[in-house]
């Protein structure tokens, strides 16, 4: 499979014809079945602003899946950034509780 055939069968994942797809991509009618080897930079870029979740080293290689669950590992990201965030104020937190303990324990014996 090439890349005009990748770009063809994604088009039909998202569910649009290679004319609306060409359309969404501001170019002319014809435009993805005139592709021999590759798409210009500048159409890249267009496919990679209005569709994401392809995964461009699919399309230009075969490699990988069709789509990058963007999303997921996006949400992922997130939720690893609020853990550690959530770890760091816990860590504190204990630092704070270990030193209220000290200051409690050297009163103690100077009393």
């Known amino acids: 499979m090439n890349v005009k055939e990748r770009l063809k069968s994604f088009a039909d994942s998202v569910g649009l014809t290679v004319s ?4 969404e ?4 009618n014809g435009y993805i079945n005139s ?8 159409k890249l870029e267009l496919l990679i602003e209005k569709f994401p979740n392809l995964n461009v080293e699919w399309l230009l290689t075969g490699k990988g899946s069709m789509v990058r669950r963007s999303n997921e590992d996006e949400a992922l990201r997130l939720r690893i950034t609020e853990l550690e965030e959530l770890n760091d104020l816990l860590r504190f937190k204990i630092s704070v509780l270990e030193e209220a303990a000290e200051r409690v324990k050297k009163e103690k014996k100077i009393d």
Not at 20 to 23: D, I, N, S, T, V
Not at 25 to 28: E, F, H, I, P
Not at 35 to 42: C, E, H, M, P, Q
Request: avoid cysteine.
């Open 25 to 28: 991509l501001n170019v002319s």
């Open 20 to 23: 609306a797809l060409e359309k």
């Open 35 to 42: 592709i021999s080897k590759s798409i210009g930079l500048d």
